[in-house]
């Protein structure tokens, strides 16, 4: 199960970025996780500062 990134939540701040071990996050004026390259690890979602980031269902 991928995650993802509610674009009326998600302020662009980079905080996920990083932390992705898999350069799933692409950046604009909302971040976007790749589904395909998402393993799932949760690294994105312990790090967003206003918890826009939620496990698809």
């Known amino acids: ?3 993802f990134i509610e674009p ?4 662009a ?3 996920c970025l ?3 071990p898999v350069d799933a996050i692409s950046e604009g004026d ?3 996780i790749d589904p395909d390259l998402c393993t ?3 690294a994105c979602a312990e790090v967003c500062p206003v ?3 939620h496990p698809a269902e």
Do not use: K, P
């Open 13 to 15: 701040c980079g905080a």
């Open 18 to 20: 990083d932390e992705c």
């Open 8 to 11: 009326d939540l998600c302020t």
């Open 40 to 42: 799932d690890c949760a």
């Open 51 to 53: 918890e826009a980031i």
């Open 30 to 32: 909302y971040y976007v």
């Open 1 to 3: 199960m991928a995650y």
